[in-house]
């Protein structure tokens, strides 16, 4: 009896085995992943609508979807609640701005997310831990991670490029277990991908005319759309805006009753420029928050303008301060003097001197040629410009002339991307100013080296597409 027991037993144990084995070969045939490789998860991503590439784009509820948005986190486990954040909008200067919070915060002693966009030339720089792009490895991980969400999805709904790369950073901050994420919004803010956060403290850089065909042609238009990331009882600051912008603004926070601040105005902030031999030309800033006072402090990238991103994310590391985060104001400072940022006046030859900026909007372009003036010694200056079709196009125009000795008209690699012919025929119509096109960044750089001299000074602009195209092209 005994033994037939035990023999029994062993048949039972037997059987066990061979359903865990079918088991477990069923589970390998479940679990089977949508992408071997690296190459395969970028070109289905790529494939996905990108509106940034858009020629025309609606803009509403339907197309910016933020409940669609919600039920694809939803789907990978809502990674945007387990960490903390700081949110950016704003017109010009929210990548600088949101560069120089993470770093201060860095320093700090802090782990920190960064997302940004659009790239320059290599599409990890959007996602940022401590410094440090997100891999290939760690991509084609979230890929095959975020892949039967977007198809479960996509059966109703179309999901966008932009809506994914925005869930796969909040993915990677939440297994990097990140201590803060500064996120920058992509277009406006209302209807923004990004829009779907509670952060601690949300900053606004400075406002002005752009994209007009989504977010209206008037700067109170524009600052509605910015407005529509505020939430209730978080702080805002924001820096000196048009009267009309800041009233918005200012009318939007007390709805939600969120305090706001206002760099210039309620906060102490002042700026000056100066030479010295330690760091050349450069400007320097006082600001005093409730909490701590800086006192000239260099900032690190050129121009009035990152004088006053500056100070908006020096005046949004208070607010965070101000919640219980620990800062350091000589740690600060370390951080600041750490912080480079590619196409931001980024010298990218120097036999003949090239600089590229993506100054993408008319007062972009009005504080570049007022930050290069003062900052690099030139003799005469050849401006190779080219722009999307969304812009403010003749603003942009208008303020080229007042920098440029030559322009050269080319065209990006963007699909939105003007004729340079006719740029050429508009810059012609509006500053009664000779000009020259060229169907290529190539052949753009021939043209604008043939017309300078070793003192002289080729500046690309106008676009990140066109920028990006010419960091590659000079870097090693």
């Known amino acids: ?33 949508a992408f071997t490789n690296y190459q395969q ?24 979807s933020l409940d669609r948005m919600r039920n694809l986190l939803k789907l990978v486990g ?47 720089e959007r996602i940022v831990v401590n410094s440090e792009m997100i891999s290939e490895s760690e991509m084609l991980n979230l890929m095959n991670r975020i892949y039967k969400p977007i198809e479960k999805i996509s059966k109703t709904e179309d999901v966008s490029f932009f809506e994914i790369m925005t869930t796969l950073a909040f993915m990677y901050f939440a297994d990097s277990e990140v201590d803060l994420a500064v996120i920058e919004t992509g277009l406006g803010g209302r209807l923004d991908s990004t829009n779907v956060i509670n952060p601690k403290v949300v900053g606004i850089t400075s406002l002005s005319i752009d994209h007009q065909q989504q977010l209206g042609n008037t700067i109170d238009k524009i600052a509605a759309e910015k407005a529509g990331i505020f939430k209730k009882g978080v702080p805002v600051v924001t820096v000196n805006q ?50 701590s006072k800086f006192e000239h402090v260099r900032v690190p990238l050129h ?5 006053i991103n500056c100070s908006l994310a020096l005046a949004m590391l208070d607010k965070l301060k101000c919640t219980g985060y620990e800062i350091d104001n000589e740690k600060v400072i370390e951080g600041l003097n750490a912080v480079s940022l590619a196409g931001r006046m980024e010298m990218i030859c120097q036999d003949p001197r090239i600089i590229i900026d993506a100054a993408h909007n008319a007062a972009s372009l009005r504080a570049l040629i007022h930050a290069l003036g003062q900052n690099i010694p030139y003799d005469s200056m050849v401006v190779i ?92």
């Open 242 to 291: 048009k009267p009309e912008a800041l009233f918005v603004l200012q009318s939007q926070a007390q709805q939600v009753k969120a305090p706001l601040s206002v760099t210039g105005l309620d906060i102490d902030f002042s700026y000056r420029f100066e030479t010295s031999r330690e760091h050349g030309p450069h400007t320097r800033i006082c600001l005093t928050t409730p909490t």
């Open 41 to 64: 998860a970028i070109k289905y991503l790529s494939e996905k609508t990108d509106y940034e590439k858009e020629t025309r784009v609606r803009y509403n509820v339907t197309t910016f």
């Open 78 to 124: 809502n990674p945007q609640d387990k960490f903390t954040t700081a949110h950016i909008a704003g017109t010009k200067g929210k990548g600088s701005t949101a560069t120089m919070l993470a770093k201060m915060l860095e320093s700090n002693g802090y782990k920190v997310g960064l997302y940004t966009s659009p790239h320059l030339i290599h599409l990890h």
């Open 385 to 476: 410009f080219g722009c999307n079709s969304d812009k403010d196009i003749t603003g942009m125009l208008t303020q080229l002339q007042y920098g440029a000795d030559k322009v050269i008209f080319t065209r990006s690699s963007s699909p939105k991307a003007v004729s340079p012919i006719e740029l050429a025929d508009l810059y012609t119509e509006i500053c009664g100013k000779m000009c020259q096109s060229a169907s290529s960044l190539g052949q753009a750089l021939k043209l604008a080296s043939s017309a300078i001299g070793r003192e002289d000074l080729i500046c690309i602009t106008g676009s990140f597409y066109l920028i990006g195209q010419a960091k590659a092209r000079f870097q090693k």
């Open 303 to 307: 121009g009035k303008h990152q004088a």
């Open 1 to 33: 009896m005994a033994k037939t027991t035990k023999k029994t037993k062993k048949k039972t144990v037997r059987k066990v085995t061979k359903k865990a084995v079918a088991k477990s070969s069923k589970a390998k045939v479940k679990s089977k992943k």
